[in-house]
T-cell receptor, first 114, second 110 residues
Framework: NAGVTQTPKFQVLKTGQSMTLQCAQD?????MSWYRQDPGMGLRLIHY???????DQGEVPNGYNVSRSTTEDFPLRLLSAAPSQTSVYFC?????????????FGSGTQLSVL | SQQGEEDPQALSIQEGENATMNCSYK?????LQWYRQNSGRGLVHLIL?????REKHSGRLRVTLDTSKKSSSLLITASRAADTASYFC??????????FGPGTRLSVLP
């Protein structure tokens, strides 16, 4: 099993550009989520999904969209990138849809918005 | 302010010493978890302790939970240089998503 795979690892965008961060897991996990990590802030939840076709907002959803058409994939879309979205983004999944179980993390995407 | 906060923010010890870091939180929780993050990598799950448990062990790790004080501690015994990383506590309020603290940066010097 590859676990949770995120692409790309690094990305530089100009203000106003859009892009999609990819996340895929091969563990048949119901729960998937996106976090951003900023210095001194810990991880903050952007969006999450408890199963295919179901998504919901986390703590910091503005400027981001998600969809969950399959169990395996959970892409994160930046609609119009802003410098405030410069961060490291992590996708995580867990086997249960109850939100509270052990999370498996991807290796992250470092995004810079100029 | 954050649901979970680790203390200290940074800790530097010699190899072979024990490392203790603490986590405080504000609301009732279902469980509390500790994660490790090596520089430039994703987080790795270390241990989960449920609200009805007081102590758990996993190898050189010992976690305690005091729900009356809303606090947890992570003890790493006989530390090694490979333990150098950031450690995060994640609290899970009932029926809600995890909340992560800002982390403790541990440096283990050879």
């Amino acid at each position: 099993n590859a676990g949770v795979t995120q692409t790309p690892k690094f990305q530089v965008l100009k203000t106003g550009q859009s892009m999609t961060l990819q996340c895929a897991q091969d563990m048949n996990h119901e729960y998937m989520s996106w976090y951003r990590q900023d210095p001194g802030m810990g991880l903050r939840l952007i969006h999450y999904s408890v199963g295919a076709g179901i998504t919901d907002q986390g703590e910091v959803p503005n400027g981001y969209n998600v969809s969950r058409s399959t169990t395996e994939d959970f892409p994160l879309r930046l609609l119009s990138a802003a410098p405030s979205q410069t961060s490291v983004y992590f996708c995580a999944s867990s086997y249960s849809g109850t939100k509270n179980e052990k999370l498996f993390f991807g290796s992250g995407t470092q995004l810079s918005v100029l | 302010s954050q649901q979970g906060e680790e203390d200290p923010q940074a800790l530097s010890i010699q190899e072979g010493e024990n490392a203790t870091m603490n986590c405080s939180y504000k609301t009732s929780i279902n469980n509390l978890q500790w994660y490790r993050q090596n520089s430039g990598r994703g987080l790795v799950h270390l241990i989960l302790i449920r609200s009805n448990e007081r102590e758990k062990h996993s190898g050189r790790l010992r976690v305690t939970l005091d729900t009356s004080k809303k606090s947890s501690s992570l003890l790493i015994t006989a530390s090694r240089a490979a333990d150098t990383a950031s450690y995060f506590c994640a609290t899970a309020p009932w029926g809600q998503n995890f909340v992560f603290g800002p982390g403790t940066r541990l440096s283990v010097l050879p």
